[in-house]
């Protein structure tokens, strides 16, 4: 068994966008053996390079992580909450782990919540896996950089941060007792 370029882009895609596009059930099996795959990787390379590698857990072999690591998933009903850097860890662990047992830790650590995510609603069309960029790099910056065409003095207007200050603001207006005046329809109904 081996994973496809499509199943790689699966995993791609939800590390990427964080959409959610296929049931639990069908997920599952996917996250589980790219999972032990990336595991026995970093298991071999450790071996040849450095030497036993040293478990995830004290007095626990990697198979018996992997094991566990694959009963938390099947407690899941729906993908964990998680699931975004999980697939992320999956595609490129490399580039923030070195180890077995600290890449194997990172998993743990997005195997270990309770909340779940269902699949995602109103969903676009799948990316073609030409398009899709690697995990972990982000794209060049739209907003906030010179703007060369206006002779360089002036930076570019970031609309979602105008968009946050606005929501700001009017959050520490309702906070400074100011709530009728920012919203009088709250009023009208409290019967006061």
Not at 143 to 163: F, I, K, L, N, W
Request: with cysteine; net charge neutral.
């Amino acid at each position: 068994r081996q994973l496809t370029a499509r199943l790689r882009g699966v995993l791609a895609e939800t590390a990427l966008t964080g959409v959610v596009r296929y049931n639990w059930t069908l997920m599952r099996p996917l996250v589980e053996f790219a999972m032990e795959q990336m595991m026995r990787e970093y298991e071999a390379d450790t071996a040849s390079t450095v030497g036993p590698p040293r478990p995830a857990r004290p007095g626990e072999s990697t198979s018996q992580t992997i094991l566990r690591y694959k009963q938390i998933l099947s407690r899941f009903n729906s993908a964990p909450w998680t699931l975004q850097r999980l697939c992320e860890l999956l595609q490129a662990p490399r580039k923030q782990y070195s180890q077995l047992h600290k890449v194997a830790l990172a998993v743990e650590k997005c195997l270990l919540v309770t909340s779940e995510v269902g699949v995602s609603h109103e969903l676009p069309p799948p990316p073609r896996l030409s398009e899709l960029r690697p995990v972990n790099e982000n794209p060049p910056p739209v907003y906030g950089t010179q703007d060369a065409a206006a002779g360089g003095d002036r930076m570019a207007v970031d609309p979602v941060s105008e968009d946050s200050r606005a929501f700001t603001s009017s959050l520490l207006t309702v906070h400074n007792g100011n709530e009728h005046a920012a919203h009088p329809s709250t009023s009208a109904g409290s019967g006061a």
